[in-house]
Each structure stands twice: as C-alpha cells, then as structure tokens.
C-alpha cells in the first residue's frame, strides 16, 4: 500500500493504474475509520477485483474544513491516522491520500472557487448547517479531479450528502460512478459514526433511541400509511421518553428523490433525523419502499 500527500503522488500512480486497464474505486472519508468506513473499502475492492484487468482502490482521509461552520467540531474532530492506515493496509487498499490543508487549499481555506447544488441543500441538514454543502461539494469536486476515479462510495447514512454529490456528478458531467452502500450499525442499532467516540457514557445509553425511533416511525407507516405530521409526533414522543439527553435538530419525512417534505406516506419516503447529544451531532435515517 502507498501511502502519499501530494496531488502529483496521486495522479502517478492512479494514471499507472488506468494505464494497465484497472478500474479506480476511491472511498473519500475525513479519518477515524471504522467499520461503516470499511464497508465502503470492501465494497470498492469488490468492484474494482471484478474487473476482469483488475482494480485499484485509494482512499482519501483529509479533515475537510470547509464543510464546518463556526462553532463546530472541528478542532475536535477524532484524528487516528496511524490506525486508520493499518486498517486500509489489512483491507487490500492500494493507495492512501492523506493531503495536508495547504495541498488542498494551496491559497486559502475560503477559496474563491466553490461548488454548489440547489436545492437540494436546503432541508434536512442543510437548514441548520448552512455553508456546509458547499464545503462537500468543493472537496468532492477536487478529489474527483485529482484521483479520477471510475467509482466513488459512499454510504447511505449521509443519503442528503449522497444525493446531492449525485446531483453533482450529473449537472457537471462527471465521469464517476457513484455508488451508495447500506448503513453499518453497533448491535443496538446506533447507525455507525466517527463522533460516537465523543459520546458520554450515558448518552452512548441514549442514542440508539435514534434508530428504534426510526424503526417505529417505519412500522407504523407500513401498518396504515399514517400522515407524515402523525408518525412524526410519535417517533418526537419516542425520543423525548427514551432520550432526554438528546436535542433535536430535526426530525423529517421526505420524497427520497427531492428531499422535500411530504404530507402522505403511500408512497417511497424517507425518514431522517439530526439529534444532539451535548456538542455530537449524530444523524441518522430509514428509507421506506423502493
């Protein structure tokens, strides 16, 4: 396994890759790897071995500071490069991008040049985490460029991240692959994340309320088809009586292509939510039909 920090380190050996008729897979991820993380990097390497030239799998680990806005977990963010690198190496990972900021951002953190999607920004997290899309985008964008893979993976516990860099992809004609894998979750149900870490040890207790309220929400919409503003009083109700701890930022039923609210629940919906516990953000959700 190489692992590199330049963008010209990057573009050799990826560039040897394609040369050889391997498929590029990257898994972009900002560190603090665990299993959710290497979900994505089995995934990448099952892609990429089934080529019949082979495959390449890199994977990206760069805290990206302009998807945080003023206030947030920046500072704190869990930084485990060591382990992280030992965990890609025993995956079969062939590259590693570990970029500095200045290699990144060579000017500036507010760069002048950003990537931006309507729309679809604007409900979900994007209404109490303004900026941060844009952040995301801008990175993608750039590790799209400097890796050039064929395929990205993501996961499915950011579905808003996911299908705005879709939309991304699509509005600039991007020749990237995006492929969306299923959520990992602790045997209680809490949807993996690298700020679980920061969790108390009470409301570590606490936070699998998300997924059960979730669930909830999901069983009384396939039992009777119950309006949106009902299933969400009940699953509000679930995290107030098993979660006290918790603050919700929000809690929304919507079109899985649009993101936008629904009243009716006959159809495909999703579930998602953002809650609090003390300063760790932690999201979460559940999609309902095809």
């Known amino acids: 396994m190489n692992v590199v920090h330049t963008i010209n380190e990057v573009r050799s050996h990826v560039r040897a890759a394609h040369k050889s008729g391997k ?18 990097v089995t995934a990448a390497r099952k892609s990429a071995d089934d080529n019949p030239h082979g495959g390449f799998v890199a994977v990206s680990i760069f805290i990206n500071p ?9 500072d704190t ?5 060591d382990d992280d690198l030992k965990l890609c190496e025993a995956a079969g990972v062939d590259l590693v991008f570990a970029p500095g900021v200045e290699k990144m951002y060579p000017r500036e953190i507010a760069a002048d040049t950003t990537v931006t999607v309507s729309n679809l920004p604007d409900t979900l997290c994007g209404k109490s985490r303004p900026g941060h899309f844009a952040g995301v985008c801008t990175v993608v964008a750039k590790l799209f460029n400097i890796v050039q893979p064929d395929e990205a993976f993501f996961g499915a516990k950011d579905f808003q991240q996911a299908a705005i860099i879709r939309q991304m992809v699509a509005d600039l004609n991007l020749p990237v692959d995006i492929i969306i894998c299923p959520i990992i979750r602790e045997a209680d149900g809490l949807a993996m994340s690298s700020r679980n870490v920061r969790l108390t ?3 570590r207790k606490q936070a699998p309320a998300m997924h059960a309220g979730l669930a909830l929400g999901a ?10 503003a009902e299933v969400i ?10 979660a006290p701890a918790g603050k919700i930022d929000y809690i929304q039923i919507v079109d899985p292509k649009s993101l936008q609210d629904v009243a009716a629940t006959d159809k495909s919906v999703l579930i998602a939510m953002a809650v609090k516990f003390g300063d760790v953000r932690l999201i979460d959700n559940i999609l309902i039909g095809e």
């Open 23 to 40: 498929r590029v897979g990257l898994v972009p991820t900002m560190g603090a790897l665990h299993p959710g993380h290497m979900s994505l």
């Open 66 to 74: 302009t998807q945080f806005a003023p206030g947030e977990d920046l």
């Open 77 to 81: 963010y869990p930084k485990t490069l």
């Open 219 to 228: 069983a009384i919409i396939n039992d009777s088809h119950t309006p949106a």
């Open 233 to 242: 009083d009940a699953i509000e109700k679930h995290l107030r009586e098993n």
């Open 201 to 203: 040890a009470e409301d």
